[in-house]
Antibody
Framework: QVQLQESGPGLVKPSQTLSLTCTVS??????????WTWVRQPAGKALEYIGR???????NYNPSLTSRATISVDTSKKQFSLRLSSVTAADTAVYYC????????????WGQGTRVTVSS | SYELTQPPSVSVSPGQTASITCSGDKLGEKYTYWYQQKSGQSPVLLIYQDTRRPSGIPERFSGSNSGNTATLTISGTQAMDEADYYC?????????FGGGTKLTVL
């Protein structure tokens, strides 16, 4: 079965760029209709949609993050990535990658999450 | 921007029925999704397209959606159901999550 695993630095300095990668294992990344998503969750707070990417490269972002977020995909490596620029302490959160498009438009597979702290 | 509102907390006794609501403008005209998140774990999809359960989700979880309110119902609530629950909908091709509801099984 498909599994997702996030990776990347756990500590990022303010004003720098946060970079995370999600690796897809155990199944195809390229099936039409799938989209690959980033969601974050500050400690004790709700889930927040960051954005998604299709295999075609088409993207969609949360309007509140669209100026700072970039999602890309590398199907040869079975990975997709998130870059979030000009980070502040408000970007401290657990970052999840997830798959959509298999079960209606719900997110049926999630990574375990990776905690990112923005601090000098 | 579109908003989904959930009660911060709901309490239920074991074996009873728990109902968690999610409100949004004309939500009944959109599909609603529900996720369960236990402490320290990743979210799990419980309900999709208002009423459908992914394989492996127990029948005690059900959903409905009409007017401005979607509801997640847990019948015969068990101690293992204690968790945070999030609703989710799509608006203008973007994803919106509710603020989450903490379910306590007393």
């Amino acid at each position: 079965q498909v599994q997702l695993q996030e990776s990347g630095p756990g500590l990022v300095k303010p004003s720098q760029t946060l970079s995370l990668t999600c690796t897809v294992s155990g199944g195809s990344m390229s099936r039409g209709g799938y989209y690959w998503t980033w969601v974050r969750q500050p400690a004790g707070k709700a889930l927040e949609y960051i954005g998604r990417i299709y295999i075609s490269g088409s993207t969609n972002y949360n309007p509140s993050l669209t100026s700072r977020a970039t999602i890309s995909v590398d199907t040869s490596k079975k990975q997709f990535s998130l870059r979030l620029s000009s980070v502040t302490a408000a970007d401290t959160a657990v970052y999840y990658c997830a798959r959509g498009g298999e079960v209606g438009d719900g997110f049926d597979i999630w990574g375990q999450g990776t905690r990112v702290t923005v601090s000098s | 921007s579109y908003e989904l509102t959930q009660p911060p907390s709901v309490s239920v006794s074991p074996g009873q029925t728990a109902s968690i609501t999610c409100s949004g403008d004309k939500l009944g005209e959109k599909y609603t999704y529900w996720y369960q998140q236990k402490s320290g774990q990743s979210p799990v999809l419980l309900i999709y397209q208002d009423t459908r359960r992914p394989s492996g989700i127990p029948e005690r979880f059900s959903g409905s959606n009409s007017g401005n309110t979607a509801t997640l119902t847990i019948s015969g609530t068990q101690a293992m159901d204690e968790a945070d629950y999030y609703c989710q909908a799509w608006d203008s091709s973007t994803v919106v999550f509710g603020g989450g509801t903490k379910l306590t099984v007393l």
